[in-house]
């Protein structure tokens, strides 16, 4: 287990600044990056479902031109400067590129296997240039903890576990200062999607009770950090669609329903932990209690670009105040 | 998302698009050329007596055709694996996309199997009547063993189960090059079938006649005449026409034979033409590719079927008639120069040839048990892909949706249709079981797709306007065109439906209801149970069924 390196005598608390859902938002990471210069965070958590789900072809026409379509409008581009203006735009809207020629892409569309390995190639990149620029540019006496979530390919979590600076906090108890643990979990309760990270809420709930062997101190002082919100909460709230996928009204209110894990609510109401840090539900940040456990979801809206996360004040007695960012 | 938009989604179904017009023309072409049209279509002459066999085959097509139409259009909107039941299930209900997609499964892990049971059949008599035709006695013996001996059979199946399967296995590029060899070599022997009847149709009765002697013996084609007179044929006319004359065109035939029963039988000979749809995931350009193939395909069935059965009828008059009364008869018993063998088309067209140009003989002889034979990889496909598709949905074990990352197909989906094959070959070697159901009840199965595909595509249009956007798109008028086809298939499928279930109680085994009957039950109550265990888990049902599959 690790230690936390810099902790004095005369420390009365810290903070935690966490945040969740990024898909792959270029500029939500950035302002990610620049939270230390702006807020006093002595750990900064960057969770779950931190990739892309999409690849945007710039089709390459010759003599420096380029054109792409998103959203129904065709875009041209001339020069490099506008070519990087605009892929930095996608990348910001959590989009990866890929610059091709006409024939190439034709191509593409018809092998899923290219595209599947251009996927792998494209997170791959992304998710190594996020470290990178983790330990570039944050200070390192702050420790960053970048967490997996359900939509990440298994992939990247090497690529994490590389760096010595950013922490990879699945199968391990991360030390926090003032004696605080934190236990983590990927993994989230069926969806629709065949995600690469889901399970059963059986499976789901041994992974969790596998989690307690790692907990070598009193539950009031662990953190959990587990993408899946806990059933039946704020926090789990997704509108309601119907068959066509379109949201229910009733009485001009637009009707949620419960979406989160059962087996994580089970887990909470059974050890009491002092904080669940959770995302995975982008439209239902907010904060609830479930038993003792006290438990966030700073929601997401990384498409727009706006970076949504918690802050976090911890003391020796327990959680001192949280403020909501975005 | 316009027409010109790309991007590319996380999530597929790791299938690849290998597949193009021309293959989907194959896949078509060696699914509906074969016994139907062979076997039952020809036999109409003893099974309809009395039917216009081309125009049963004329209305009977067309209705196909239809039926055809409406999944295409389903097609071209949702250019998935298993089209049908996605569409179905998605524009109509999911409980009846599930009924659907598991009767068209049961019929075909039935049809695999017995296929490739009775291919031993199939080749034995187009061996035994090669031998006959080139005076081989030898092969007259071998294919006499053939065809009765269980072992050949079980063995042969086995076999065929084995080599198709591991075909299928080795990715649908491999899959798509053998059917369109096995697709070259049978029509090879299809274009001599129709220039020998196109022969036929210029023969005198009287150059029949010595055509016939030739082959199979003096005195052969008189000796047919006087045993089908003294065995009772006229009666036998008379018992179902009501005039012993009404043998059937091109000779006197009766309109009520032709417009019920020999509409089915004839229907039959075309049922499939729009089976490619089941690998719709893995055409390339699909709403292109699939409609170009499957058009090809009704245009060159029709073809092929009317160039035989036309001019063969014309040349041969009633002792087509004649011949089918003796060899389904006890008449047959009565034959001292006449071999007793299964009437096919290629029976008539190859006995211009066997005295004087063997080898066309042999060719025609030959297109028999090579359509049947092509047919096997095309029906091992379809139930591999609905299971793929409802383990897609989470609605079937997972298993089943699993696709090989190095040969991109789904392997266990084949390895699971090929044992229950096996299994159901050993079953039909044991004589005290016998056929579990016959050819009615499988069409009668598959026109509840047809059905449900057609009333589909009438309302696509304002149930799931988005969806339908994707797709064709004519108007005239005001209503959109797959409406105006939806509406007119609605009524042909039906009517086939209705006279396929009227066939089905008819069945005095009991049989074929308990299968229609017992396969839709077992498909009610597995909707519900997957229904039941993803909600347990916490999918979101309704939003797999609001949403079109990846590609």
């Known amino acids: 287990m690790l230690k936390y390196k810099v902790e004095s005598e005369d420390m009365e608390s810290f903070k935690i600044f966490f945040m969740a859902d990024i898909h792959n938002s270029e500029l939500v990471f950035r302002r990610f990056l620049s939270i230390p210069k702006y807020y006093e965070v002595d750990v900064l958590i960057l969770s779950g479902d931190l990739t892309g789900k999409a690849i945007i072809p710039i089709i390459d026409l010759g003599g420096e031109k380029y054109q792409y379509t998103f959203k129904g409008r065709t875009e041209v581009i001339e020069g490099s400067e506008q070519l990087k203006s605009a892929l930095r735009e996608l990348r910001n809207r959590g989009l990866y590129t890929h610059i091709c020629t006409k024939d190439e892409l034709e191509e593409l569309k018809n092998k899923p296997d290219e595209v599947d390995r251009l996927f792998k190639k494209l997170i791959s990149e992304t998710v190594q240039e996020w470290v990178i620029n983790i330990e570039e540019i944050i200070p390192k006496e702050k420790d960053v903890i970048l967490m997996p979530g359900n939509d990440d390919i298994l992939e990247i979590d090497p690529i994490i576990q590389k760096s010595d600076r950013v922490i990879y906090p699945l199968s391990r108890l991360v030390e926090l200062p003032l004696g605080y643990g934190m236990i983590s979990i990927d993994y989230v309760n069926p969806t629709p999607w065949n995600t690469p990270r889901e399970s059963e809420e059986k499976a789901l709930w041994k992974m969790l009770e596998g989690k307690t062997n790692l907990v070598d101190r009193e539950w009031r002082k662990i953190i959990c950090s587990f993408h899946p919100p806990p059933y039946n909460t704020r926090l789990d709230l997704a509108p309601k669609l119907d068959k066509n996928l379109r949201p229910v009204y009733s009485f001009g209110e637009l009707e949620k329903e419960n979406v989160g894990s059962k087996s994580i609510r089970k887990f909470f109401e059974k050890y009491n932990p002092l904080i669940g840090l959770h995302g995975h539900i982008h439209e239902s940040p907010g904060c609830d209690k479930v038993g003792k456990t006290i438990v966030f979801n700073p929601g997401s809206e990384y498409s727009a670009g706006i970076l949504k996360g918690i802050i976090l004040e911890l003391d020796r007695e327990g959680l001192k105040n949280w403020y909501r960012i975005g | ?551």
Do not use: C
Not at chain 2, 223 to 252: C, K, L, N, Q, Y
Not at chain 2, 441 to 464: E, G, H, M, N, Q
């Open chain 2, 1 to 551: 998302m316009s027409s010109d938009e790309v991007l590319f989604i996380r999530k597929t179904s790791g299938l690849v698009r290998e597949i193009g017009a021309f293959s989907v023309m194959a896949i078509a072409a060696n699914y509906v050329i074969a016994d139907g049209f062979y076997l039952f279509t020809a036999g109409q002459g003893y099974s309809a007596p009395g039917a216009n066999i081309p125009l049963a085959l004329i209305i009977g097509g067309l209705i196909m055709s239809l039926a055809a139409f409406a999944v295409i259009f389903l097609t071209m909107s949702m250019p998935r694996t298993a089209s049908d039941y996605v569409g179905i299930s998605r524009v109509l209900h999911p409980l009846l996309g599930y009924i659907e997609a598991l009767l068209v499964f049961g019929v075909h892990i039935w049809i695999v199997g017995a296929l490739s049971f009775f291919m031993a059949w199939f080749w034995g008599s187009a061996i035994i009547q090669v031998g006959l035709a080139t005076h081989n006695p030898s092969l007259v013996s071998l294919g006499e063993w053939l065809s009765v001996d269980t072992g050949a059979a079980v063995g042969l199946g086995i076999l065929y189960v084995l080599i198709f399967g591991i075909i299928s296995l080795l990715g649908v590029k491999i899959f798509k090059y053998v059917v369109n060899i096995l697709f070259v070599i049978a029509l090879i022997a299809g274009v001599a079938t129709i220039a020998g009847a196109i022969y036929a149709s210029t023969l005198s009765p009287a150059q029949i006649r010595n055509l016939w002697d030739m082959t199979y013996g003096a005195g052969a084609y008189d000796e047919i005449v006087r045993v089908a007179e003294a065995g009772g044929w006229r009666d036998f006319i008379a018992s179902s026409t009501g005039d012993p004359s009404t043998w059937g065109w091109p000779g006197p035939w009766s309109p009520e034979i032709t417009l019920s029963l020999s509409i089915v039988i004839s229907a039959y000979a075309f049922w499939g033409l729009e089976f490619a749809n089941y690998m719709a995931g893995e055409i390339d350009k699909p709403k292109r590719n699939f409609l170009l193939g499957t058009v090809g395909a009704i245009i060159l069935v029709f073809a092929y079927y009317l160039l035989v059965s036309v001019p063969t009828l014309f040349g041969f008059k009633e002792f087509f008639s004649m011949y089918e009364y003796v060899m389904n008869t006890e008449a047959a018993g009565q034959l001292a120069i006449n071999p007793v063998q299964t009437p096919t088309w290629a029976v008539f067209v190859a006995s211009l040839f066997g005295g004087w140009a063997p080898i066309l003989a042999v060719l025609v002889t030959l297109a028999v048990p090579l359509w049947v034979m092509n047919g096997l990889p095309v029906y091992m496909m379809v139930p591999t892909r609905i299971s793929f598709a409802l383990s897609f949905d989470r609605f079937f074990p997972e298993k089943m949706a699993e696709v090989n990352v190095r040969f991109r197909t789904p392997h266990w989906s084949i390895i699971v249709v090929m044992a229950i094959a096996i299994l159901m070959i050993l079953i039909l070697a044991s004589p005290e079981y016998g056929p579990l159901f016959y050819a009615i009840t499988a069409v009668t199965a598959v026109a509840v797709k047809w059905f449900f595909s057609a009333i589909a595509i009438t309302i696509l249009p304002y149930r799931r306007p988005e969806i339908y956007k994707e797709g064709y798109t004519g108007t005239i008028g005001k209503i959109p065109i797959i409406t105006i086809v939806g509406g007119a298939a609605t009524i042909a499928t039906l009517l086939l439906l209705i006279l396929g279930l009227q066939q089905v109680a008819a069945d005095q085994t009991l049989v074929s209801p308990l299968w229609m009957v017992g396969w839709t039950l077992l498909a009610v109550g597995l909707y519900f149970y997957y229904r039941w265990r993803n909600i347990k888990r916490g999918i979101r049902v309704e939003k797999i069924f609001a949403e079109v599959p990846p590609a």
